[in-house]
């Protein structure tokens, strides 16, 4: 874990319209009362994208996928697993987790992602190239996301992950190998690499 601290993250740019849902979605959201739709969005079920409400299980896109994830708080990103999910879609979304750059101030009441919502935060150096603004949220983009699932590796899943990451942005997987610590210096760092190397093998 590095102690730099990154300058700020990129800024997005002119940011397009919110992800229009499919009629089933605004059916399924229009099935609950007005009270109903604010405590499942207070839950994190629902999101609310300017008076429409998008399950997130029911996102096709990594833009819609993001879009269904509650608004973080700056300078937070969705990283980790719930960065994975948004990349790939493929596995059922894990608890969010988000990181922030070490000496970066942050605050979120403990509401902000809804009642219940468990969102662990690394601090960790974060460059402006390593996260992309798909509409209103900032997610660690597929290459430091990879690199970030390669040197923790804390469940079984995330071999998965990291498979599906390969096998769907490739060059950004095989971009993350150079992101890791120089040489195998540490266990992490071959485990890492080791990882990332199975990941890709597995997706040829």
Not at 110 to 128: E, F, K, N, P
Not at 151 to 180: I, N
């Amino acid at each position: 874990m590095h102690q730099t601290e990154a300058n700020g993250l990129r800024t997005p740019g002119t940011r397009s319209s919110a992800h229009a849902p499919s009629p089933e979605c605004s059916a399924l959201a229009a099935f609950f009362s007005p009270e109903e739709r604010r405590r499942l969005t207070l839950d994190g079920l629902l999101n609310d994208l300017g008076g429409v409400h998008l399950p997130w299980f029911a996102a096709s896109t990594p833009r819609a996928r993001a879009a269904s994830l509650p608004t973080l708080p700056e300078p937070l990103v969705w990283a980790g697993r719930t960065a994975a999910w948004v990349w790939t879609g493929s596995r059922r979304r894990p608890f969010y987790e988000a990181m922030t750059a070490p000496g970066r101030r942050w605050d979120i009441r403990r509401d902000a992602l809804g009642s219940g919502v468990i969102c662990r935060i690394r601090h960790m150096r974060l460059q402006h190239s390593h996260v992309d603004a798909l509409d209103r949220a900032r997610v660690t983009g597929p290459t430091r996301t990879a690199r970030d699932l390669a040197m923790t590796l804390e469940h079984p899943d995330d071999c998965v992950l990291l498979a599906d990451l390969a096998a769907q942005h490739r060059h950004a997987v095989e971009r993350a190998l150079p992101m890791l610590p120089a040489g195998d210096q540490t266990q992490h760092s071959a485990h890492a690499r080791r990882a990332l190397q199975q990941a890709l093998a597995l997706s040829r």
